[in-house]
């Protein structure tokens, strides 16, 4: 199976709109939701060759289609990221499952990696930051497979469809005839991984940016000024949910990521603890005046108490049923959960 994102974007945002349309009526975006956690499961973990050719921008739930893929291919025009924390929201769609296990679990390091020592706190700063990385870091930091410039795109697509043939060494075979080695460029955010790592090891969302203020007046960490803007201006209760769903994703199996993510959403579409995601999509997508006033305003504000809330289990027929065993595969779709019914009950009271 071929996805192809070619042209403006993969995806990006455009479930951002839903959320806010339906944020007068009660959960009326949870079949999407539980849809599309539920479809990340399979798409990890689905048997057949699949091949992602990204060309463009690749976000959030889009890029969750593009990097559990056996092969994900991309081009100097990709940009990946995982901006959702700066709006009032957290890093899901699996993310929190992925960037946890960077780099080990994936299995597509290069060179450059191994020689480097990992990028073990690259999964923090990707995930709080939203930061974005290029085609070539992507094939470096093993969330995608190889680089193909854009102009060979088309052919290869054409290789690939006429290859009639889902194996694997096959597929590889042809991908590699125009994929290139590629290093990432002198001032990509991979080479700062020594100070990443220090400053991003920290337990709390303070602490970071309290170790990155302490970096940026030595000599050749202007970069972090950026850095340093971004974590400010985000909300603080999306950076400290998304911090913490991170640092349990380590420890974590996808399936536990997935049903903690589907909570982690379901309770931030509630508003359980706060508007914050409501107001982050105002601002960035609806009147895009760039200017969120978050509540709470300052990261201080957000105690641990008010984040334990929303991690907080379901009851068991409430959480995302992911399939426990491969013989049961196709066990858990929405249709099947307690959802549909509890839906026609409301509507009839």
Same mark, same amino acid.
């Given at each position: 199976?071929?996805? %192809?994102?070619?042209?403006?974007?993969?995806?990006?945002?455009?479930?951002?709109?839903?959320?806010?349309?339906?944020?007068?009526?009660?959960?009326?975006?949870?079949?999407?939701?539980?849809?599309?956690?539920?479809?990340?499961?399979?798409?990890?973990?689905?048997?057949?060759?699949?091949?992602?050719?990204?060309?463009?921008?690749?976000?959030?739930?889009?890029?969750?289609?593009?990097?559990?893929?056996?092969?994900?291919?991309?081009?100097?025009?990709?940009?990946?990221?995982?901006?959702?924390?700066?709006?009032?929201?957290?890093?899901?769609?699996?993310?929190?499952?992925?960037?946890?296990?960077?780099?080990?679990?994936?299995?597509?390091?290069?060179?450059?990696?191994?020689?480097?020592?990992?990028?073990? %706190?690259?999964?923090?700063?990707?995930?709080?930051?939203?930061?974005?990385?290029?085609?070539?870091?992507?094939?470096?930091?093993?969330?995608?497979?190889?680089?193909?410039?854009?102009?060979?795109?088309?052919?290869?697509?054409?290789?690939?469809?006429?290859?009639?043939?889902?194996?694997?060494?096959?597929?590889?075979?042809?991908?590699?005839?125009?994929?290139?080695?590629?290093?990432?460029?002198?001032?990509?955010?991979?080479?700062?991984?020594?100070?990443?790592?220090?400053?991003?090891?920290?337990?709390?969302?303070?602490?970071?940016?309290?170790?990155?203020?302490?970096?940026?007046?030595?000599?050749?960490?202007?970069?972090?000024?950026?850095?340093?803007?971004?974590?400010?201006?985000?909300?603080?209760?999306?950076?400290?949910?998304?911090?913490?769903?991170?640092?349990?994703?380590?420890?974590?199996?996808?399936?536990?990521?997935?049903?903690?993510?589907?909570?982690?959403?379901?309770?931030?579409?509630?508003?359980?603890?706060?508007?914050?995601?409501?107001?982050?999509? %105002?601002?960035?997508?609806?009147?895009?005046?760039?200017?969120?006033?978050?509540?709470?305003?300052?990261?201080?504000?957000?105690?641990?108490?008010?984040?334990?809330?929303?991690?907080?289990?379901?009851?068991?027929?409430?959480?995302?049923?992911?399939?426990?065993?491969?013989?049961?595969?196709?066990?858990?779709?929405?249709?099947?959960?307690?959802?549909?019914?509890?839906?026609?009950?409301?509507?009839?009271?």
């Amino acid at each position: 199976m071929i996805e %192809r994102g070619v042209g403006r974007a993969f995806s990006a945002g455009g479930d951002l709109k839903m959320f806010y349309d339906g944020r007068k009526t009660d959960d009326s975006c949870l079949e999407v939701v539980y849809r599309m956690y539920w479809l990340c499961y399979h798409n990890h973990t689905y048997k057949k060759t699949q091949v992602a050719l990204a060309h463009g921008i690749a976000m959030g739930g889009g890029a969750s289609l593009m990097v559990p893929l056996k092969f994900s291919v991309v081009t100097e025009k990709t940009v990946f990221s995982v901006p959702e924390a700066s709006i009032g929201f957290h890093t899901d769609c699996s993310f929190s499952y992925i960037l946890s296990h960077l780099p080990g679990h994936l299995g597509k390091l290069v060179i450059y990696l191994q020689r480097s020592g990992g990028i073990s %706190r690259m999964r923090e700063y990707l995930a709080i930051t939203g930061a974005r990385l290029n085609g070539k870091e992507l094939v470096a930091a093993g969330l995608a497979t190889h680089f193909v410039p854009f102009e060979k795109l088309p052919e290869l697509e054409k290789r690939l469809i006429g290859l009639n043939s889902g194996d694997e060494h096959q597929v590889k075979s042809v991908i590699e005839e125009f994929s290139l080695d590629v290093q990432p460029d002198e001032e990509s955010i991979l080479h700062k991984k020594s100070t990443i790592d220090k400053c991003f090891s920290k337990d709390s969302v303070e602490e970071i940016i309290k170790s990155l203020e302490a970096e940026a007046s030595k000599e050749g960490h202007g970069w972090i000024g950026a850095v340093l803007k971004s974590l400010k201006r985000s909300s603080p209760t999306g950076l400290k949910i998304t911090l913490r769903s991170i640092q349990e994703g380590r420890k974590q199996t996808l399936a536990e990521c997935l049903k903690k993510e589907f909570r982690l959403t379901i309770n931030t579409l509630r508003m359980t603890i706060s508007a914050d995601v409501y107001e982050g999509i %105002r601002a960035l997508t609806i009147d895009k005046d760039n200017a969120p006033k978050w509540d709470p305003p300052t990261l201080d504000k957000v105690s641990s108490e008010k984040v334990d809330v929303v991690f907080q289990p379901f009851k068991e027929d409430l959480e995302l049923q992911i399939p426990e065993k491969e013989d049961f595969r196709w066990d858990g779709k929405y249709e099947n959960s307690v959802y549909p019914t509890l839906k026609a009950v409301e509507q009839h009271k």
